[in-house]
């Protein structure tokens, strides 16, 4: 649970307080609030963006991706953390003609002029996938046609969003859509409908299900965050919010209440349960959990490297598991205090190939 409030908490200070000076320069620098700083490179003769290295000190110390493009200035490869390729791109007349990933799966696009515009008219993977499409712009309609000559039929309205389908197996959907771009209906192949409403910020406050039954939804002040959902059977969540928008307490359907003690920061350093017992949290600058104390006053530490991943974690009895990465992340070897460890191998993509366990037993996945 805490990893996830984690890196949703990081990634979510990374995007509100990100800041950019944007020159007309062979660099440009990304900063973040806990002093996280990453240098734009554009050493490209069209100014492209190609590489993303980490900062600190000032000093670029590790690449985090790399770009390449064509005398065209379009992009080609792209190489990650761990030097590897892991996706190409060809182009055919200004379009792109294919794509393949790490494990050479490939993807081909021809075009066509249709309307003025170039459009895929058909498509293929190297796995065996084959399509073949068609256009009527006036009526807003596309044809998908599959290799097993089965058809899809999709319509769009003005705004191109899709009001109505039929897939390969022959299923019918009707989709509403107000002025606004909400999805207000959606028919289902059997002609059961689900019910959606806003208010006039596009806010959802009701959904209907196809049994008639209803949850309603009401929010903190003009913002998007959810203030009480009551249920068909008669069930309510509430929950409370800070001037900064931080869950404060929240009651759960049962009547349970629990409380939020929040820093400056937004992050909260107490939880009260709805018995009275209490939770603590230490988070780093980095909004990542770096001590956990629970009701029994019983505490968990963490450790993480220059990198921001995980690498230890030490439980209540001071018994240390350490965790050996890859520089984009991928688990390489876990030890266990009991002398024990774990190990993995992996695709260039990031997949596991092989796991060997404690006993030097060996797993393989193809």
């Given at each position: 649970?805490?990893?996830?409030?984690?890196?949703?908490?990081?990634?979510?200070q990374l995007c509100s307080f990100i800041a950019a000076n944007?020159?007309?320069?062979?660099?440009?620098?990304?900063?973040?609030?806990?002093?996280?700083?990453?240098?734009?490179?554009?050493?490209?003769?069209?100014?492209?963006?190609?590489?993303?290295?980490?900062?600190?000190?000032?000093?670029?110390?590790?690449?985090?991706?790399?770009?390449?493009?064509?005398?065209?200035?379009?992009?080609?490869?792209?190489?990650?953390?761990?030097?590897?390729?892991?996706?190409?791109?060809?182009?055919?007349?200004?379009?792109?003609?294919?794509?393949?990933?790490?494990?050479?799966?490939?993807?081909?696009?021809?075009?066509?002029?249709?309307?003025?515009?170039?459009?895929?008219?058909e498509h293929w993977t190297s796995d065996g996938e084959h399509?073949?499409?068609?256009?009527?712009?006036?009526?807003?309609?596309?044809?998908?046609?599959?290799?097993?000559?089965?058809?899809?039929?999709?319509?769009?309205?003005?705004?191109?969003?899709?009001?109505?389908?039929?897939?390969?197996?022959?299923?019918?959907?009707?989709?509403?859509?107000?002025?606004?771009?909400?999805?207000?209906?959606?028919?289902?192949?059997?002609?059961?409908?689900?019910?959606?409403?806003?208010?006039?910020?596009?806010?959802?406050?009701?959904?209907?299900?196809?049994?008639?039954?209803?949850?309603?939804?009401?929010?903190?002040?003009?913002?998007?965050?959810?203030?009480?959902?009551?249920?068909?059977?008669?069930?309510?969540?509430?929950?409370?919010?800070?001037?900064?928008?931080?869950?404060?307490?929240?009651?759960?359907?049962?009547?349970?209440?629990?409380?939020?003690?929040?820093?400056?920061?937004?992050?909260?350093?107490?939880?009260?349960?709805?018995?009275?017992?209490?939770?603590?949290?230490?988070?780093?600058?980095?909004?990542?959990?770096?001590?956990?104390?629970?009701?029994s006053g019983k505490t968990t530490t963490y450790r993480f490297?220059?990198?921001?991943?995980?690498?230890?974690?030490?439980?209540?009895?001071?018994?240390?598991?350490?965790?050996?990465?890859?520089?984009?992340?991928?688990?390489?070897?876990?030890?266990?205090?009991?002398?024990?460890?774990?190990?993995?191998?992996?695709?260039?993509?990031?997949?596991?190939?092989?796991?060997?366990?404690?006993?030097?037993?060996?797993?393989?996945?193809?």
């Amino acid at each position: 649970m805490f990893g996830v409030a984690a890196s949703t908490a990081s990634a979510t200070q990374l995007c509100s307080f990100i800041a950019a000076n944007w020159v007309h320069t062979a660099e440009s620098v990304l900063s973040a609030t806990g002093g996280v700083r990453v240098h734009l490179h554009y050493d490209n003769p069209l100014v492209r963006l190609t590489d993303v290295k980490r900062v600190v000190d000032h000093q670029a110390v590790e690449t985090l991706v790399q770009y390449r493009y064509d005398d065209n200035g379009q992009l080609v490869e792209v190489i990650n953390r761990n030097s590897d390729s892991i996706r190409r791109f060809s182009y055919s007349d200004g379009v792109m003609a294919s794509h393949s990933n790490a494990l050479g799966l490939s993807c081909h696009y021809r075009w066509e002029g249709i309307d003025g515009q170039p459009r895929v008219v058909e498509h293929w993977t190297s796995d065996g996938e084959h399509f073949h499409f068609r256009y009527d712009v006036k009526a807003r309609t596309t044809w998908v046609t599959d290799v097993l000559e089965r058809e899809l039929q999709i319509h769009y309205n003005a705004d191109h969003r899709v009001t109505s389908s039929r897939d390969f197996g022959g299923e019918r959907y009707a989709i509403e859509i107000d002025d606004t771009g909400n999805m207000t209906g959606l028919t289902l192949p059997d002609g059961n409908r689900l019910e959606l409403k806003y208010d006039e910020y596009s806010r959802l406050v009701e959904e209907t299900d196809p049994l008639g039954r209803k949850i309603k939804y009401r929010h903190h002040h003009l913002t998007t965050l959810v203030t009480q959902v009551d249920y068909s059977d008669g069930s309510t969540w509430k929950a409370r919010y800070d001037a900064k928008g931080n869950l404060i307490a929240e009651v759960d359907a049962l009547g349970n209440k629990t409380e939020y003690l929040n820093s400056d920061d937004g992050l909260p350093h107490t939880i009260i349960d709805a018995s009275h017992k209490s939770k603590y949290l230490w988070w780093n600058s980095h909004a990542q959990v770096e001590r956990f104390q629970d009701c029994s006053g019983k505490t968990t530490t963490y450790r993480f490297d220059e990198r921001h991943h995980l690498i230890a974690v030490t439980d209540a009895l001071g018994q240390a598991t350490t965790l050996e990465r890859k520089p984009d992340g991928e688990v390489l070897r876990i030890q266990h205090p009991d002398g024990s460890a774990e190990s993995f191998t992996y695709n260039a993509l990031g997949q596991v190939l092989t796991h060997t366990d404690g006993k030097g037993q060996t797993t393989r996945l193809l």
